[in-house]
Every structure is written in structure tokens, then in C-alpha cells.
């Protein structure tokens, strides 16, 4: 059992080139997010999805992109790098049915991304 | 909008108890998460606890609420070598919708 796979693990990225991070999970989870984590920060949820064809705005979107034509594949778009966005990129998913609690997040091991 | 403050770095020695503390401003949390996060790793699920709970154990883990004062602990009694990690803290305010907000994390170094 997989989990939550990302690719690439460690990118670098000239200003203004365009790139997708790639995130699959295996367990069949509705829900998928994209965080951001910054040094010595928490952290931000970019995106998420609580179902295939159905995203929304976490707390920083922009610069972003993202699409769920599947439950298993979230992918996360940068369409126009720029330097604010070097990053570690954590894809999650987790499990609801709406009325249940909240359920565990299971997180990817990262993207290391580079602007520069 | 919702926050989430933790110390930044806590220095303990092999065998010691450990405290993390976590304060949160938002009084609709629902439910409150502690995660482990390891150099170069993705953050790992350590335990979590409902907002109408004040105790939680697991094992080496204890997890206390104060409610009122909207604050979380995280205890690691024993503490080992193997926990030295990122440890985070996190809220949720509505069930069914798993957004979470996150502290900034607190660095456990754990000397023998």
C-alpha cells in the first residue's frame, strides 16, 4: 500500500517556467489537499478537493493551479514560477463522509521545489 | 482568522518527559491534532483529540486540553533519541470539512 506518492522530490525552476507537481493516492480517499510549508513555518493550505471535479481556495492560491479529474490524482499547476514560491509542496488526503468526524490526513513525503 | 502559536524549540535529555504546548485562538475547534515530522519526511499523525475531551493517552503520549484557556500539550514520557522531529500542532473547526490550520512547529532535540 502506497499511500500518498509525490513526484517530482526535488525541483528546480527558473522565474517564470511552469511545472506540475504530481500527487496519487491509493486508498481511495475523497478528500486531497496542497499545503506549502516555508521555512520555519506551519503549514498553508494551497487547494483542496473533496471530490473528483470539485476543488476550492485554501489560504494561499495564488500562483496555483489545480484539477481533480480523478479520486486518485491531484495534480498542483505553477503556471508562472516566481522566487516567493520556493517551497516544500506536501500533497494529503483523508477520508469523510460528510457527517463523520473529521478524519486522519495522510501526507506525502514533499516536493522540494526552487525558483530561482 | 484562526491561529495556532507553539515555542519553536524545546531541548530535553534521553529518558526525560517531554511538554509541547500549543495555544489556539479559535473557541469552534473541533478537534485538535499533534504531528511528527522527521528531517526530509512528510508529517506523520501522532495522535489527536476532540474538543470535548481534556485527556488523551497513547502509549508514551498524553494529550491534555484546557479548553477555557485554549490550550493543548503534548507529553512524551521516556523520551527517546528517535523522537528528536518537528512536532506540529493543528486545529480543525468543522467536522466532515478537513481543512487545518497549523502551528509553525516546535523542534524536539533529544541528547543521550
Known amino acids: 500500500n502506497a499511500g500518498v506518492t509525490q513526484t517530482p522530490k526535488f525541483r528546480i525552476l527558473k522565474i517564470g517556467q511552469s511545472m506540475t507537481l504530481q500527487c496519487t493516492q491509493d486508498?481511495?480517499?475523497?478528500?486531497m489537499y496542497w499545503y506549502r510549508q516555508d521555512p520555519g513555518m506551519g503549514l498553508k493550505l494551497i487547494y483542496y478537493s473533496v471530490g473528483a471535479g470539485i476543488t476550492d481556495k485554501g489560504e494561499v492560491p495564488n500562483g496555483y493551479n489545480v484539477s481533480r479529474s480523478t479520486t486518485e490524482d491531484f495534480p498542483l499547476r505553477l503556471e508562472l514560477a516566481a522566487p516567493s514560491q520556493t517551497s516544500v509542496y506536501f500533497c494529503a488526503s483523508s477520508y469523510s463522509n460528510g457527517g463523520a468526524p473529521q478524519e486522519t490526513q495522510y501526507f506525502g513525503p514533499g516536493t522540494r521545489l526552487l525558483v530561482l | 482568522g484562526e491561529d495556532v502559536e507553539q515555542s519553536l524549540f524545546l531541548s530535553v535529555r534521553e529518558g526525560d518527559s517531554s511538554v509541547i504546548n500549543c495555544t489556539y485562538t479559535?473557541?469552534?475547534?473541533?478537534?485538535l491534532y499533534w504531528y511528527k515530522q522527521e528531517p526530509g519526511a512528510g508529517l506523520q499523525l501522532l495522535t489527536y483529540i476532540f474538543s470535548n475531551m481534556d485527556m488523551k493517552q497513547d502509549q508514551r503520549l498524553t494529550v491534555l486540553l484546557n479548553k477555557k484557556d485554549k490550550h493543548l500539550s503534548l507529553r512524551i514520557a521516556d523520551t527517546q533519541t528517535g523522537d528528536s522531529a518537528i512536532y506540529f500542532c493543528a486545529e480543525s473547526e468543522r467536522s466532515g470539512y478537513s481543512t487545518l490550520t497549523f502551528g509553525k512547529g516546535t523542534m524536539l532535540l533529544v541528547s543521550p
Open positions: 486508498m481511495n480517499h475523497n478528500y
Open positions: 479559535d473557541s469552534s475547534s473541533t478537534y
